[in-house]
């Protein structure tokens, strides 16, 4: 066929898989769900009715999806009395039904995530390597989060670093061991352990296992409550690593695990 013009490609609508994570933006029936995150539970077909308009939702963004919305944190002040502007009253798994027009894929990393630098190859990004720090935003064209970490010589910088240079800050906190493979891994899962220290050269964490069991664990094998992660959420869960090893390192199970 005859290619897209420019316009057309504009009106091109984005689609989201099941599963994926979310944001909200754009909505002015409820504003009060603009910024709140949710995952995918699905698409709707059929009759619009009921369905929660926003900006742009008539030109482009026509598909409609089920979204499952994380707790809102203000429910939490409020109390279970508070109003959070209908349908499930914004406390947890609220679900809606929303345009694809009022909806974007969410940062790896939530704004006031405490971080670690790891993986970094040049010759400045070898010293900032292990740093610690915090997400101050996310940039969508260069995709990478801004982030405000205490450098070298203790100076305080803002640095734009890609998501698979950062993993969650845990050192210090009790964490679940969870999601091992192998014979040795299967018998680590759901262990008590204590987060001891980041080591950047593989972005593992070095743990001791109830028990005195020393070992280092990638930290999606690591539960944490993510309100001690210093995100805006307060949902529970384990604590997520977005890329599929340290970077520069090949995918497989912590070093003493198991396979």
Not at 25 to 48: A, D, F, H, M, Y
Not at 79 to 87: K, L, R
Not at 146 to 152: D, S, T
């Amino acid at each position: 066929g005859p290619p897209k013009t420019g316009k057309e490609e504009e009106e091109e609508e984005e689609f989201f898989a099941v599963g994926a994570e979310v944001v909200v933006r754009g909505v002015k029936c409820r504003p009060e769900l603009n910024g709140r995150r949710g995952t995918i539970e699905g698409t709707i077909e059929g009759s619009i009715e009921g369905t929660i308009e926003g900006t742009a939702a008539a030109a482009g963004g026509k598909a409609r999806y089920e979204v499952r919305l994380r707790p809102d944190p203000e429910s939490w002040r409020r109390g279970s009395n508070g109003s959070n502007g209908g349908g499930g009253g914004g406390g947890g798994g609220e679900v809606v039904s929303l345009f694809a027009a009022v909806l974007e894929l969410a940062p790896p990393f939530e704004s006031g995530a405490r971080v670690r630098v790891a993986g970094l190859t040049s010759a400045g990004g070898l010293l900032l390597n292990g740093a610690a720090g915090r997400v101050e935003g996310w940039d969508p064209k260069t995709k990478r989060h801004a982030v405000k970490l205490q450098g070298p010589d203790s100076v305080v910088q803002t640095k734009l670093l890609r998501f698979g240079n950062l993993a969650y800050d845990l050192e210090g906190e009790a964490a679940t061991v969870r999601a091992l493979k192998g014979e040795r891994g299967l018998k680590l899962n759901g262990k008590e352990a204590k987060v001891c220290a980041f080591v950047p050269a593989s972005g593992r964490y070095r743990v001791l296992i109830a028990g005195g069991e020393e070992c280092a664990l990638r930290p999606k094998h690591l539960a944490v409550p993510r309100k001690k992660l210093g995100g805006e959420n307060g949902e529970n869960g384990a604590a997520p690593h977005h890329s599929s090893g340290a970077p520069g390192q090949p995918p497989g199970e912590p070093p003493g695990a198991g396979g």
